[in-house]
Each structure stands twice: as structure tokens, then as C-alpha cells.
């Protein structure tokens, strides 16, 4: 984890899935899905391009998603398929 002073602790989306993972934070994620969000949320921290990659600042991203709201999508699969 980064130190209190300094600056950013930038991190690459594979990076951050490693870290909230292996801190705890989240059970499961992969960079996909890191991407999707910071597409989809207006409230994920700042994404920076760094090459072809993107980055961002864990110091800011591991306080998002311990207080991030997840609400999964309906299991398809358990319902009953409609009769035509």
C-alpha cells in the first residue's frame, strides 16, 4: 500500500484486480470489468492513458470500491422459458 505523503500510486487496471483482490476488497474481478466501470460510473476515480494502458491511483480506487454499492443482474437461467 502507498504511503500517506507522495504522490499518486498509480496502478494499471490488471494491477488494481490484483490488488483488490489479494487486500480483500472485492472477492473477485478481472481488468475487463475495471474498464467497463470506469466507463459506466461517473464516480470512478480519474483514468489516465499511460501508453496503451490505463492507470489509475489505487490510493484513490481501493476506498471506491469499499464503498461501492453492487447490485447484480437477474439469473436468467433460473427463470422459466415463455411458452410461444
Do not use: W
Amino acid at each position: 500500500m502507498a504511503e500517506a505523503e507522495g504522490g499518486p500510486d498509480m496502478v494499471s487496471f490488471r494491477e488494481l484486480a490484483r490488488r483488490l483482490v489479494a487486500e480483500g476488497i472485492v472477492e473477485t474481478i478481472s481488468h475487463q470489468r475495471l474498464s467497463k466501470i470506469s466507463r459506466d460510473d461517473p464516480d470512478f476515480p480519474p483514468v489516465v492513458k499511460v501508453g496503451s494502458s490505463n492507470a489509475v491511483d489505487y490510493r484513490l480506487a481501493a476506498p471506491y470500491f469499499r464503498t461501492r454499492i453492487v447490485r447484480p443482474g437477474a439469473r436468467t437461467d433460473l427463470k422459466p422459458k415463455a411458452e410461444e
